[in-house]
């Protein structure tokens, strides 16, 4: 019996961090696809009354679900369109209150850079 040496001692490989950065010119036959999450992104429709929308990406590994969305994330009219983009990533093992603080922490990083005036906590 092998070892494998990228598995941690409780056995759960991590995968590695992403980020919002992507070469969209190495991705092919996705045109569709970011046309039709960047329309429901845009898109008042679907919205609850607190003026959230959540897109699930799902599927299984390998597919170009980062992909996909690094390039909405990416795409010239999301950036256009929404003041504040923040990219939060979520391993599977996740912490629910350390990721809901570093997304604070962020935004509120984001704010103090594009205002001048101090927020007040």
């Not at 961090?17 to 569709?32: H, I, K, M, P, Y």
């Not at 970011?34 to 329309?39: G, K, P």
């Not at 009354?49 to 897109?55: A, G, L, R």
């Not at 795409?75 to 997304?103: A, C, G, M, P």
Request: with cysteine.
């Amino acid at each position: 019996m092998s070892v494998l040496p990228a598995l941690s001692c409780v056995g759960i490989l991590e995968r590695p961090q992403t980020s919002s950065l992507v070469d969209s010119s190495a991705v092919f036959g996705r045109e569709a696809d970011r046309e039709e999450i960047v329309r429901l992104v845009l898109s008042d429709s679907g919205h609850n009354s607190c003026n959230v929308c959540v897109i699930p990406v799902v599927g299984m590994g390998g597919l170009g679900k980062t992909t996909i969305t690094q390039i909405v994330y990416n795409d010239e009219r999301v950036k256009e369109h929404f003041q504040l983009r923040i990219w939060i990533y979520v391993s599977e093992s996740f912490d629910e209150r350390k990721i809901t603080q570093e997304t604070l922490e962020k935004l509120l990083s984001l704010l103090t850079m594009t205002n001048p005036w101090p927020v007040l906590t």
